[in-house]
């Protein structure tokens, strides 16, 4: 009896025959800088073009034409798309045939928002706000503003989650428990650090907050890692009293550097404050 894995892999397979057929078939090799003959048998350029521009070898490509399990790594990936000139969005769906993930990110953490996601943000019925990877804060509503911090009172430089949480206490009020909240966020950056850190600004960020606060520092250099989203969030406001928050993020659509961070209330009072605040905007 065929294993579930192969059953899956079978169809994969054939779509990645397909769209790698097809995409040699659009390429003209004049495109690619080779003599263009007039009489050709097949449209665009041959499998062993294909494997010379992308520096592998003929058989092996072959194989990945084809269909067949082999292991495929990001490097051989990446060139196959230069020599096919592939969109951002056909590079994802070839890492997603041949890997069954989409591709490292390439680009530098962005440092606006479009206006869609702003209108995304601000129309937010609960406090949320934008940010990049690097935890620059580029957006946020008024809920986000009235209940944690007003964001257009610092200067842009300063408007960056980690060091607002380890370098300055101005926010609206003070975390319940604020070495577990500490914890948890620092075991998200290290995430995003991992993928992102060879952006020298994100680089510098990490060396100012080892620098400047020991309770980074420690958690920092700490095994605890983690992936998901950043759970419960507890602190006491100045104006509304003890106030309870569960922070999920998403990445939008097209924009893999970009993190859109809702905070939900997670407790009757909570939902209270936030209700009223909603109506004193309407």
């Given at each position: 009896?065929?294993?579930?894995?192969?059953?899956?892999?079978?169809?994969?397979?054939?779509?990645?025959?397909?769209?790698?057929?097809?995409?040699?078939?659009?390429?003209?090799?004049?495109?690619?800088?080779?003599?263009?003959?007039?009489?050709?048998?097949?449209?665009?350029?041959?499998?062993g073009?294909?494997a010379?521009?992308?520096?592998?070898?003929?058989a092996?490509?072959?194989?990945?034409?084809?269909?067949?399990?082999?292991?495929?790594?990001?490097?051989?990936?990446e060139?196959?798309?230069?020599?096919?000139?592939?969109t951002?969005?056909?590079r994802?769906?070839?890492?997603?045939?041949?890997?069954?993930?989409?591709?490292?990110?390439?680009?530098?953490?962005?440092?606006?928002?479009?206006?869609?996601?702003?209108?995304?943000?601000?129309?937010?019925?609960?406090?949320?706000?934008?940010m990049?990877?690097?935890?620059?804060?580029?957006?946020?509503?008024?809920?986000?503003?009235?209940?944690?911090?007003?964001?257009?009172?610092?200067?842009?430089?300063?408007?960056?989650?980690?060091?607002?949480m380890?370098l300055?206490?101005?926010?609206?009020?003070?975390?319940?428990?604020?070495?577990?909240?500490?914890?948890?966020?620092?075991?998200?950056?290290?995430?995003?650090?991992?993928?992102?850190?060879?952006?020298?600004?994100?680089?510098?960020?990490?060396?100012?907050?080892?620098?400047?606060?020991?309770?980074?520092?420690?958690?920092?250099?700490?095994?605890?890692?983690?992936?998901?989203?950043?759970g419960?969030?507890?602190?006491?406001?100045?104006?509304?009293?003890?106030?309870t928050?569960?922070?999920?993020?998403?990445?939008?659509?097209?924009?893999?550097?970009?993190?859109?961070?809702?905070?939900?209330?997670?407790?009757?009072?909570?939902r209270?404050?936030?209700?009223?605040?909603?109506?004193?905007?309407?």
């Open positions: 009896m065929t294993d579930t894995r192969e059953q899956i892999a079978q169809p994969l397979g054939r779509q990645r025959a397909d769209f790698l057929r097809n995409c040699r078939a659009r390429i003209k090799p004049s495109d690619v800088g080779l003599p263009d003959p007039k009489r050709r048998r097949t449209e665009g350029v041959r499998r073009d294909v010379a521009l992308s520096g592998i070898s003929v092996w490509y072959t194989w990945l034409e084809q269909g067949r399990e082999i292991r495929v790594s990001d490097d051989v990936l060139r196959i798309c230069q020599t096919f000139r592939l951002e969005d056909e994802v769906y070839l890492f997603s045939l041949v890997q069954q993930r989409a591709p490292r990110v390439q680009a530098e953490p962005e440092c606006a928002v479009p206006e869609s996601i702003e209108r995304l943000v601000t129309g937010m019925a609960v406090p949320c706000i934008a990049n990877v690097r935890w620059d804060i580029l957006s946020w509503n008024e809920l986000s503003r009235r209940l944690y911090r007003d964001y257009a009172q610092l200067p842009p430089p300063r408007r960056n989650l980690a060091e607002m380890f300055h206490t101005d926010r609206q009020g003070d975390l319940v428990d604020p070495e577990n909240t500490a914890q948890r966020l620092i075991a998200k950056l290290k995430v995003d650090y991992s993928t992102y850190g060879r952006d020298p600004r994100f680089e510098a960020m990490i060396q100012r907050l080892e620098r400047s606060s020991p309770l980074f520092r420690t958690m920092w250099r700490s095994p605890d890692f983690n992936v998901g989203s950043y419960v969030h507890r602190f006491q406001h100045r104006v509304y009293g003890e106030l928050f569960e922070h999920t993020s998403c990445l939008p659509d097209g924009h893999p550097t970009l993190r859109v961070v809702m905070c939900m209330p997670a407790d009757a009072r909570s209270e404050v936030v209700a009223q605040l909603c109506r004193e905007a309407s």
